[in-house]
C-alpha cells in the first residue's frame, strides 16, 4: 500500500463514528479509502449503516491529524503491517465482520500454515494446567502449527515459550501498540518470540493497554484460529469471553476439564456443560475434530523429534506411561517385561530428565 493510500486508511480508522463493519463496508463500496475522502454526501449514504453526519466528520482535521502522526510514526520504525485484502491477512480472520482493517505486526510471522491453535487461559494456573499445556504443544508440534495466545501472565506466556520450545511459530496479540509490552515482565521474550514468530496488533502507538483493548484483542485470537482451547478460567476471566467469541464465530472450542471445587476450573466446565466447548481430555480430541491426521501421529513424530537418545528400554517405558497414564512400578515392570530394579533405575533416569513425574502414592506418570 502506497503512503497516501496508508494515509487515507488511517484517516477513516480514526474518524468519529467508523468502526471496523463500517469501514470495511465503505472501503468494499468505494474501492480505496482515498475515494471515500472524495465522496458527496449522497454517495457516503448509499452504504448500508452510513448515516450523512458521516461526511461531515470525515472532514475533521483532529482525525487528519492522528493519522499524519501515526503515518509518520510507522515510516519512522518500519513498522510492517498488513491490509484487510493483502494475502498475508489471517485467512480466518477475514470470516468475521468485526475483523480490523489494518494489523500491525513485528517479528518473522509467516501465515502460510493454515493450522492456528488460540492457547489461553487465567494468570494463575495451577500445576495440573501448566503439565497439560506441555504435553499439548509437545503432541501437537508434530502438525506444525502457530501457536496463538495473548501474552498474558500464566496460561498464554507458558504456551508462547512452549511453542519456542519445540521448534512452533507463535503470534502474541497485543491490546496495547507495538512500541511497548504489556506485562513489562514479558519484555524479556520479545527477542525469543520474534524468532519464532512474533507480534500482532491492531491498536496504533499512542494505544494502552486499557480494560476495553483486551476484549477487542481477544476477538482477533478467536477470529485468526481454526480452535481455541481454554486452559483454566474463572466465570469472569478473559480466556471465557474468548471462548465465546470464538463460539460465536463458529470456530471450534475445547476446554480442560477441572474439579467442580477449583475456581479457575469454573470456566471451562461451565463451557462443557453448556456445550459451547467439547471437553478436552486427550490430543486426539483436537487432531481429529480439525482433521489434523492421528494422535499415535503425533506421539511418534514427538518422539523421534525429541527423544532420539533413548534407548529401547527408557522409550518403552515412556511409550507405556503415555498410553497408560499413572501406573504402579510393578504394573509398569509387568507390561513392559523389564525387570523391577531395571525399570526403577530408568524412571528415575527419565525422571531427571524431565519426562516423567512422581505423583502421590507412588503413581509414574508423563508430564
Known sequence: MKDQELFFTLNLLSTEGVGEVIARRLLVHFGTAEQIFKATKNDLIQVQGVRDSLWDKLKNDTSKSFADRELNYIKKNNVSYTYFRDTDYPNKLLSCSDAPILLFKKGNINLQSKRL?????????????????????EEISHFNPIIVSGMAYGCDITAHLLATEFGLQTIGLLAHGLNQMYPKAHESYIDKICEHGGFMTEFWSNSYPDKDNFLKRNRIIAGMSEATVIIESTLSGGALKTAVLAARYNRLVFALPGRVSDVYSQGGNYLIHNKTASILTKTNDIVQALQWGSAQEAVVGVQK???????????????????????????????????????????????????VTVSPGNYYEVL
Open 305 to 355: 523429534k525429541l527423544f532420539e537418545n533413548l534407548d529401547d528400554d527408557q522409550q518403552a517405558i515412556f511409550d507405556y506411561l503415555h498410553f497408560q497414564g499413572k501406573s504402579f512400578l510393578d504394573l509398569i515392570s509387568f507390561h513392559t517385561q523389564i525387570p523391577v530394579q531395571k525399570t526403577a533405575s530408568i524412571l528415575l533416569q527419565l525422571e531427571i530428565k524431565g519426562m
Open 117 to 137: 491453535l488460540s492457547v489461553v487461559g487465567c494468570r494463575n494456573p495451577s500445576k495440573y494446567a501448566l503439565n497439560y499445556i506441555r504435553e499439548l504443544i
